[in-house]
């Protein structure tokens, strides 16, 4: 079983192009439970932020479910127990994890269905 926050409002992925510039802004300044990822491959820069911060291209209907940590030490399977339940309830899902915690994206319009699955799945959904 899985501790699991639902983090505050809507979030954001956007895809820029590759050697984009970062906007200070993005990350400058979190909020209370508010989480930021980039990531850079040759084939562009890929963003996951609150949407109040997003470029303007950004897709900005997804929620993000945290997992409680920090975790410590690697867990084996933390991010399989979260992703299995909901991949076979036919949730879409973004994964991506910081050092200390893993996080999941899933659609707004289906964040009902997700927490359900994930309870039903054992997890504790947190408020």
Do not use: Q
Request: hydrophobic share 45%.
């Amino acid at each position: 079983m899985l501790d699991v926050a639902l983090l505050p409002g809507e979030y954001a992925v956007c895809r820029l192009t590759a050697g984009s510039a970062i906007r200070p802004d993005l990350w400058g300044d979190l909020g209370d439970g508010e989480v930021v990822s980039v990531s850079w491959s040759a084939d562009g820069v890929s963003v996951i932020c609150p949407a109040s911060r997003a470029p303007a291209e950004a897709e900005t209907d997804w929620r993000c479910l945290r997992v409680v940590g920090p975790l410590g030490k690697p867990v084996t399977g933390t991010l399989a127990a979260l992703v299995a339940p909901l991949a076979e309830a036919r949730v879409n899902v973004v994964a991506f994890s910081t050092y200390d915690t893993d996080h999941v994206l899933v659609p707004a319009v289906r964040l009902d269905e997700a927490t359900a699955t994930l309870r039903r799945a054992g997890h504790r959904l947190l408020d």
